[in-house]
């Protein structure tokens, strides 16, 4: 593009624009806008992807067969099933089935006299105090509190908590 230096620049940018919106607007014409339909009336046809090869035909099962072998195994199954528990239905319940070799008793030992019975202990009130002292401490500590007065007498709290709970479980 030859410039004339006795022309305005004003000028002269407004032709290069000008050209460029042509260049610009002949490549889009070529290659075509991938968000907008092709028209109709334009006489230029935008070049067809080329068609991938054949697809190779597959016999595949028709759906019914596939349906019908679930059922067939399912059915099979159901079958040994019944089967499988009918060999020992003569049993009584608790009892070995008759293939199973039979148990032998244990000869008959002297048993140890009965244990005293188990006496549930509770715990002191005191002891269930400092658990929930703790668990306090330990939410506190958990979240990442900055105040360390408030910390500080949380801890204070569990510790009277837990010696006053030394103090009620000891004998």
């Known amino acids: 593009m030859a410039t ?21 607007q002949e490549v889009g014409a070529r290659l075509g806008s991938a968000f907008e339909p092709a028209s109709s009336d334009d006489d230029r046809q935008p070049r067809a992807l080329p068609s991938p090869a054949a697809p190779v035909e597959q016999s595949a099962r ?3 067969q596939g349906i019908a072998a679930a059922v067939l195994i399912f059915l099979l199954g159901i079958g040994f099933g ?25 000869p008959a030992t002297t048993l140890a006299p009965n244990p005293p019975p188990a006496t549930s202990k509770v715990a002191p009130q005191a002891c269930l ?15 990442k509190t900055n105040d360390q007065r408030l910390v500080a007498d949380k801890l204070k709290a569990y510790s009277l908590a837990s010696q006053a709970c030394r103090k009620e479980a000891s004998p």
Request: proline share 14%; glycine share 6%.
């Open 62 to 64: 028709p759906r019914w």
């Open 4 to 24: 004339n230096p006795e022309e305005p620049p004003e000028e002269r940018q407004r032709r290069e624009l000008e050209e460029i919106r042509r260049k610009f």
């Open 129 to 143: 105090e400092a658990v929930r002292r703790g668990d306090e401490l330990f939410d506190l500590l958990t979240s």
């Open 82 to 106: 019944y089967v499988l528990t009918r060999s020992g239905a003569g049993d009584p319940p608790g009892t070995p089935s008759a293939k199973a070799a039979p148990a032998t008793q244990p």
